[in-house]
């Protein structure tokens, strides 16, 4: 898994995006790029790779879950104007990681 990519897309959007690479399959999982460099958002992303492995979900949908969750907490912390130093507001948005 490679985590982070920043690209633009084809409607020159800004987007950030996660590769799993497999040993016969490779898929990009593409997010709109929101706010800046958020701290801890990278341990929040593994967090949530090791419980779903844990849990045992499928390494591809764990991906999109933490995704997901991860944009929900970047969108909520944008728009708080909370200083990037400080993390994002996730807590809210814990219970979508739930099965």
Do not use: W
Not at 29 to 51: E, H, N, Q
Not at 81 to 87: A, F, K, T, V
């Amino acid at each position: 898994i490679v985590t982070g990519i920043r690209f633009m897309n084809e409607e020159n959007v800004n987007m950030m995006g996660n590769i799993y690479v497999t040993e016969d399959h490779m898929q990009l999982f593409a997010f709109p790029y929101i706010g800046g460099s958020y701290s801890g958002t990278g341990d929040l992303f593994a967090s949530c790779l090791a419980a779903g492995i844990a849990r045992g979900d499928e390494i591809a949908d764990v991906i999109k879950l933490a995704g997901e969750f991860l944009e929900l907490a970047l969108i909520d912390s944008v728009a708080e104007e909370i200083p990037e130093q400080d993390g994002v507001n996730y807590e809210k948005y814990l219970y979508k990681l739930m099965r």
